[in-house]
């Protein structure tokens, strides 16, 4: 096992849980998006798919855990190389060589990170731990988006997730090894078409809830 201590205390193996655990999430987030889009079918289309979702029972539960568990070794791995990137180089560089240069989702990765760790605690609340026993999900989620204030955070923290995938995407395919010069156009290119999917995908639910319901 010493083997695998030194490698998860090095950098690299740092960056490689940093790498698994986020594409799991964009796994994940594919799948959310995926049975998120049954809202354009209406209310029966929608809570029939959480209904499938939590006939699951223990299935779903174990799936959970094991979200909880990436999350926490995802965030916690991902602020330790924060830091340590911090302590390593306090003064900035003013041109930074990297390959692909710096965007602005690379640069803000840490802050995205953690809005995102604020907008799950903030998303959980409002819809998976929501009372449904006099209601559906659906109009949980319509009542929600029927306020500005509402609509005004989820799209904005939508352009933060995809701005943190777009930049996560690339990056987990650099640590992987895809860094090849000639892949790079195809890994930038899918990495910004994650990037969008994900922002304009579920951004544009909560206008359209509002504006249809
Ligand atoms: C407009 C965008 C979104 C909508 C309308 C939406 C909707 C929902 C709903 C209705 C649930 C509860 C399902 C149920 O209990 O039946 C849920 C759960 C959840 N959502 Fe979202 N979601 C959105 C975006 C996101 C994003 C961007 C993330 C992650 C960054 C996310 C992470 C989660 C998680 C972790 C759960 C709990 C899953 C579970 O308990 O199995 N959601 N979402």
New binding site residues.
């Given amino acids: 096992m010493n083997w695998l201590t030194a490698a998860l205390g090095a950098s690299v193996g740092k960056k490689l849980m940093m790498a698994l655990t986020g594409l799991a999430?964009t796994g994940?987030?594919a799948g959310?998006?995926a049975?998120?889009l049954t809202?354009y079918g209406g209310k029966a289309a929608?809570n029939g798919y959480?209904e499938k979702?939590?006939s699951l029972g223990p299935l779903?539960k174990v799936?959970?855990v094991g979200?909880i568990g990436f999350?926490a070794v995802h965030i916690l791995t991902g602020l330790w190389l924060f830091l340590q990137n911090r302590k390593a180089r306090p003064v900035r560089y003013t041109l930074d060589t990297s390959p692909g240069g710096r965007t602005l989702s690379s640069r803000t990765m840490p802050y995205t990170g953690l809005i995102?760790l604020a907008?799950?605690a903030f998303?959980?609340t409002?819809?998976?731990f929501?009372d449904?026993t006099r209601t559906t999900?659906f109009e949980?989620?319509s009542a929600?988006?029927s306020s500005p204030i509402y609509i005004g955070i989820?799209?904005a923290?939508?352009i933060v997730?995809g701005l943190h995938v777009r930049h996560g995407f690339w990056s987990a395919f650099q640590t992987l090894g895809a860094n090849h010069p000639k892949l790079m156009p195809t890994i930038s290119a899918l990495s910004v078409a994650a990037g969008l999917i994900?922002g304009f995908g579920?951004?544009?639910?909560?206008i359209f809830?509002s504006l249809r319901y």
């Fill in positions: 999430f994940f987030l959310h998006l049975g998120n809202i929608f959480a979702l939590h779903l799936f959970e979200l999350a995102i907008f799950v998303h959980l409002n819809f998976t929501a449904k999900i949980i989620v929600a988006f989820y799209v923290a939508m997730v994900v579920f951004g544009l639910l909560p809830i």
